[in-house]
């Protein structure tokens, strides 16, 4: 079946630190790969997206490329900031054969905290 | 463009009760996904529709029913609500490229 294993939080950085938030994943067949944010009280965002092997998927400063020779997915930030403080979830999905059901099979989240 | 809505957002109810959430999404889309997210479990789907007139269960549907009344709205209904079902709940829609879902804002419930 299909897993995603991301690392276990909480974690806990200082103003313009680097991040990195590692998944990994199990998949049979070709997965899509996601990261979603999740702010106090809101619900989940899609942060950033890839499709195929190499891609890398990029927004609001946040990058995470598909390595698939290491099943991997890992988010990073070069600088962050206390607004960037929430829960932090990979996900995958795979399309079924006959193309339909697309279900998304998420990672347990990770809370980041930001302090100024 | 609301995206996806979800009413109410709190909700307490006591043991034995019944309650229906209401969840639409003005995106056209043809998936739409009903989860709950617990501490430390991360999202886990309860049902979920590909399509209008279809329906089917996901990891955890003992419980609940739902019903897809039309393209826009997927409704979770709690026919005898449990301690067990205090969570928060997200209704999903899945956009049409890519297999991204668009998510609501939650519906906190409270079982007594």
């Known amino acids: 079946g299909n897993s995603v294993t991301q690392m276990e939080g909480p974690v806990t950085l200082s103003e313009e630190a680097f991040l990195t938030i590692n998944c990994t994943y199990t998949?049979?067949?070709?997965?899509?790969l996601f990261w979603y944010v999740q702010y106090p009280g809101e619900g989940l965002q899609l942060l950033l997206k890839a499709t195929k092997a190499d891609d890398k998927g990029s927004n609001k400063g946040f990058e995470a490329t598909y390595r698939k020779e290491t099943t991997s997915f890992h988010l990073e930030k070069g600088s962050v900031q206390v607004s960037d403080s929430a829960v932090y979830f990979c996900a995958l999905s795979v399309t079924k054969s006959g193309g339909s059901n697309y279900k998304l099979t998420f990672g347990k989240g990770t809370l980041l905290t930001v302090n100024p | 463009n609301a995206g996806v809505t979800q009413t109410p957002k709190f909700q307490v109810l006591k043991t034995g009760q019944s309650m229906t959430l209401q969840c639409a999404q003005d995106m056209n889309h043809n998936s739409m996904y009903w989860y709950r997210q617990d501490p430390g479990m991360g999202l886990r789907l309860i049902y979920y529709?590909?399509?209008?007139?279809?329906?089917d269960k996901g990891e955890v549907p003992n419980g609940y029913n739902v019903s897809r009344l039309n393209k826009r709205e997927f409704s979770l209904r709690l026919e005898s609500a449990a301690p067990s079902q205090t969570s928060v709940y997200f209704c999903?829609?899945?956009?049409?490229?890519?297999?991204?879902?668009?998510f609501g804002p939650g519906t906190r419930l409270t079982v007594l």
């Open positions: 999903a829609s899945r956009g049409l490229a890519y297999n991204e879902q668009f």
């Open positions: 998949a049979t067949g070709y997965p899509s």
């Open positions: 529709s590909a399509s209008e007139g279809t329906t």
